[in-house]
């Protein structure tokens, strides 16, 4: 890779953009920042999307009555596995839906829990992220000691 050249990984890669370089004082969630995050978070939720048509279409197009009854079920096991992804999918697409809200009533990019920054990095990194880093740590712990 040429040097100075970044590789564009993740979500940033779905919305063809590069990581946000901050500038020197520049104000936290400004609207170059808002921008630059509603511009990832509506290409990623395209691309769920478009996986979800191209599921169905799938799914339209393979679907056969085979007679095996070996091949029947190993198309409805592929099948079963697919609408799973697609339901979890499904609930992503909603999740970012509702982050986009938040990016439009300028209340992204602050920790539901404490209200601190998340932070740049974290949001390209997971850009539904609703906590920072120590409370989303804090929450995980318990959750872990409640399932034991």
Known sequence: MPQGKT????????????PY???P???????TQ??????ILEAWRNQLR??????????????????????????????SLELRTRDRERKLIK???KTLVKVQE???????SCGVEIGIRR??????ADQCIDCKTLAEIKEKQLVG
């Open 34 to 39: 808002l921008a630059h995050f509603k511009t």
């Open 106 to 112: 300028d209340d992204f990019g602050f920790c539901d």
């Open 95 to 97: 999740k970012i839906e």
């Open 7 to 18: 590789k564009t990984i993740g979500v940033l890669a779905y919305a063809n953009v590069e």
């Open 123 to 128: 949001l390209e990194a997971r850009p539904t």
């Open 50 to 79: 478009e996986e979800v048509d191209r599921t169905l279409h799938h799914m339209q197009d393979e679907a056969a009555n085979f007679p095996d009854p070996v091949d029947r079920a190993a198309q409805e096991e592929e099948f």
């Open 25 to 31: 004082g520049e104000e936290y969630m400004n609207e």
């Open 21 to 23: 370089q901050e500038k």
